[in-house]
């Protein structure tokens, strides 16, 4: 069975993590990738929906707590409601102090809306 995830779409997903856990911040050598808008809600595969999460299979690490706490996650971003638009949804990621981030369609990266393109920091 073939990844459903795009070859650039992970590497933009790593490049962005630096290596470390997007929640916890904790250094990974290989990511899991966590869908904030689960695949069961409508959630696709691009970068915008997609973070690199310590732990594994929905069940260890940030990643078993994305899908066991949702007022947690929701509130950091993690996990999306159903009808939830990734792209309007932030989430706070650790690697660059905790502030909120919004992630393009594009694996382009800003920290002042979903529309601004002024603060740009990764992309592929």
């Known amino acids: 069975m073939s ?3 795009e ?5 933009a997903v790593k490049f962005r993590s630096f290596g470390r856990c997007e929640w916890c911040g904790m250094a990974i050598s290989r990511p899991d990738l966590h869908h904030r808008l689960f695949r ?4 696709g595969h691009g970068p915008e929906n997609l973070v690199a ?7 260890t690490g940030c990643h078993g707590k994305a899908h066991t706490n949702a007022a947690e996650a929701e509130a950091a971003g993690m996990s999306i409601p ?4 990734p792209l309007l949804v932030p989430f706070r990621s650790v690697t660059f102090g905790g502030l909120l981030m919004w992630v393009h369609p594009d694996g382009f990266t800003s920290f002042d809306g979903p529309g601004s393109r002024s603060t740009i920091t990764a992309g592929t």
């Open 7 to 11: 070859p650039w779409v992970r590497e």
């Open 82 to 85: 159903r009808g939830g638009d």
């Open 40 to 43: 069961s809600r409508g959630g």
């Open 53 to 59: 999460l310590c732990g594994w299979g929905n069940t």
């Open 3 to 5: 990844d459903p995830v």
